[in-house]
């Protein structure tokens, strides 16, 4: 009782229009309701251990996630990246426990769980395959895509496959000539009867040539974004094609290649919500996104962090152990903090998003420059710190760095985040 | 069922024996070529314990090992028992998994990851964290006999050893309680005619014997691989019921019947020395005592 009361001192103190305090817990209640305060998750908290701050529940997930990481994925993360191997069987390893579509709805295959569900299970997978785990996010956002937005009919017949990743997915809205400015992207979809044909091109497409499924948005109507639309292509359509597979610095697990429609006959019904619905869908799909891909550089951090403090402890120079000089040791504390500061900021936005707050696109795009960047940082310090032995590929510190570098740049460069939450201040915020 | 606390001697059973150069075959043993549809009722053991892949650290004064935040998980051993008693409910053979811990609060996560792989329900039989520590074998066989009487249970399995304290007890003596027949160190478990036919792994090879059921299994470490929790079985797990008692409660008595007088780091390994041909080899290890 003691606690409460202190906190909803705190509390009060910020509320306008209370001049007394009153000991009893309903009005605190109230006002701590009208602030939106009632959430149970304010009273978790979160450390170092990305265990702490969870329900029992989450916390049996974040296990299991990382079991399967450390037992399934970090063995093979290095011949991933190396060979550049897409690991299907893996994946699919991954989709049996209901990793393929972690927050579509049950009904027709989806796991039903939550945002802040998901962020802690890619957070944990990142540790086996930062690239791996950020393809798996990216299926995971087609899937809800669908689920969200689709009919039943397009829900039947995709959601149990990806579900299962019988089949694989890829989010199709880059082109070569529209990155950041994506409204104008000019990949067309004409109408020929029932059906559309699909002309242009789209680049930088992860899993490209070997998914199954692309998520395309192309232009059906006028000009700007009203006139996308979000049309479902299955591989094999003829006049879908494929450009070599690019060589990355990182991601290597996963393919990217440019993906090509010459006169590309799709059926109408494969438009997923309505017509001229795709930019608003793109921009949905990508909240969540946004999300996913920061929790895939914080998990990346904190499995570069432990890896860190485990070698300072080991090495020795000047006949003592790094972790004694002070110099590590403020390093190791800036980089601790930078990562429970990220975890708070991902989190969050997981649960604005969950649900539905009217801030979800400032606290996404903050959580996604924020966290990327910062994060990005920290791998960097922990590379710094193994000395010599972090540049070689033995050790995995490269690979968390090569792999979340581009985080930094997709899924919405840092850049048009900054513009999101410009106009978020600038506009509505108050 | 009478609790017998002597130690009987072992049934005899029917044996095959494999040794490492070959098969023996001393009985021939029928086994019927259907599956037969049981419902026993199986109750398993599953123990928190230190995580296996945490650095253990010797407590400052110097009586056990360093356990306040230091990561713990179910005992490997016991995974593998939980697994096999869930395959035996899906080849039928088994009705019901009841997964049991005793052990302090956290023992519930424990229960509930048994849960989560497909047991049924659990009991938790709460030990305050003091006593954690100094919970033996005895006890613990004891409480489980206790509950296969209440319970009615057709099947115990544990695993074989609990990593923390390497006993390799508690099955046999929870065996020896209910006058039971035991089947320890199992690397694979078949049914046949109402009764079990177990392969043990055993110093010299491996020996196949039957045992008649009801019957108390210990797991090693071949018997099977522990399948993933999946997220649906995770969230389904939360509304398994798990049962809450003391020791007390079913009448036993924990009071230690041993103490620790001294937990140490084992000796840091010292460093070898090379010689210089064969001669001077065989002439060290003579003087070490070694040949």
Request: glycine share 8%.
């Amino acid at each position: 009782m003691p606690v409460m009361l202190s906190f909803s001192r705190g509390v009060l103190k910020c509320c306008n229009g209370i001049s007394k305090f009153t000991s009893r817990l309903e009005p605190c209640v109230t006002k701590l309701g009208m602030m939106g305060l009632t959430s149970p998750h304010r009273h978790y908290v979160t450390s170092l251990n990305p265990s702490h701050g969870l329900t029992e529940e989450q916390v049996a997930i974040y296990q299991l996630a990382t079991d399967f990481a450390v037992k399934e994925m970090l063995p093979n993360m290095a011949i991933w990246d190396e060979k550049e191997l897409f690991p299907v069987d893996t994946m699919r390893a991954a989709a049996a426990l209901g990793f393929g579509a972690i927050y579509a709805s049950e009904e027709y295959g989806g796991t039903g769980l939550s945002r802040l569900d998901a962020s802690i299970i890619f957070e944990a997978l990142s540790k086996g395959c930062t690239s791996t785990t950020a393809y798996i996010s990216i299926h995971n956002m087609c899937a809800w895509m669908i689920d969200h937005f689709g009919n039943s009919s397009q829900k039947e017949q995709w959601i149990p496959q990806l579900a299962a990743m019988e089949k694989f997915a890829s989010y199709c809205l880059t082109e070569p000539g529209s990155g950041s400015d994506a409204a104008s992207l000019s990949t067309t979809a004409k109408r020929d009867g029932s059906d559309l044909i699909l002309n242009g091109s789209k680049a930088f497409i992860s899993g490209g040539g070997d998914t199954d499924v692309y998520l395309v948005m192309c232009r059906t109507g006028g000009q700007g974004p009203k006139g996308i639309s979000c049309v479902l292509v299955e591989k094999g359509t003829p006049g879908l094609s494929f450009g070599k597979k690019e060589k990355k610095v990182g991601w290597n697990s996963q393919p990217t290649r440019m993906v090509i429609f010459e006169d590309c006959r799709v059926p109408a019904s494969n438009i997923i919500g309505s017509e001229g619905q795709g930019f608003n869908i793109a921009m949905k799909g990508l909240n969540g996104g946004r999300i996913n891909i920061a929790s895939c550089s914080l998990g990346a951090a904190q499995a570069s962090i432990e890896a860190a403090v485990d070698y300072v402890k080991v090495r020795k120079q000047f006949s003592k152990p790094l972790s004694s000089f002070q110099n590590t040791q403020f390093r190791l504390a800036e980089m601790g903090t930078e990562v429970v500061a990220s975890r708070l900021l991902v989190r969050n936005a997981a649960q604005a998003l969950q649900d539905d707050h009217p801030d979800t696109v400032a606290l996404c795009s903050m959580a996604k420059y924020f966290v990327t960047e910062r994060c990005f940082q920290v791998i960097n310090e922990a590379l710094q710190l193994h000395g010599g032995y972090g540049y070689l590929k033995d050790y995995p510190v490269q690979q968390y760095l090569r792999d979340s570098r581009v985080h930094m740049i997709l899924e919405g460069t840092n850049e048009v985040m900054r513009l999101l939450i410009a106009r978020h201040i600038l506009s509505e915020w108050k | 069922m009478k609790l017998k606390p002597e130690v009987r001697q072992d049934r005899p059973s029917t044996r095959r024996v494999q040794g490492i150069r070959g098969r023996v075959q001393l009985f021939s043993i029928k086994s019927s070529p259907f599956t037969i549809t049981m419902s026993l009722r199986v109750l398993v053991g599953v123990k928190r314990v230190i995580d296996y892949a945490v650095k253990i650290r010797v407590r400052p004064d110097k009586l056990g090992v360093v356990t306040d935040g230091v990561k713990h998980s179910m005992n490997p051993f016991d995974e593998i028992a939980i697994e096999e008693a869930v395959r035996l409910k899906e080849k039928k053979i088994a009705k019901e998994v009841v997964a049991i811990s005793c052990g302090p609060t956290q023992a519930q996560e424990t229960i509930r990851t048994a849960l989560a792989m497909g047991a049924d329900r659990g009991i938790h039989v709460e030990i305050p964290a003091k006593e954690v520590e100094k919970l033996e074998p005895l006890h613990v066989a004891k409480i489980m006999a206790k509950l296969v009487e209440q319970e009615k249970a057709d099947l115990v399995v544990l695993g074989k050893q609990a990593i923390d304290d390497d006993s390799n007890a508690t099955a046999q003596m929870t065996a020896a309680l209910l006058d039971w027949p035991q089947a320890t160190f199992a690397s694979k478990i078949e049914k046949t005619d109402g009764e079990l036919q177990v392969t043990r792994e055993v110093d010299g090879g491996l020996e196949i014997i039957k045992v008649k059921l009801p019957a108390v299994v210990s797991a090693d470490l071949r018997l099977n691989e522990p399948r993933y929790a999946t997220l649906p079985n995770i969230m389904k797990a939360k509304k398994k019921k798990i049962a809450k008692m003391k020791a007390a409660d079913l009448g036993v008595d924990t009071s230690p019947h041993f103490e620790v007088l001294d937990v140490a780091d084992p000796p840091v390994r010292e460093a070898g020395i090379k010689v210089e041909d064969v001669d001077t080899l065989v002439t060290k290890l003579k003087d070490a005592g070694r040949i």
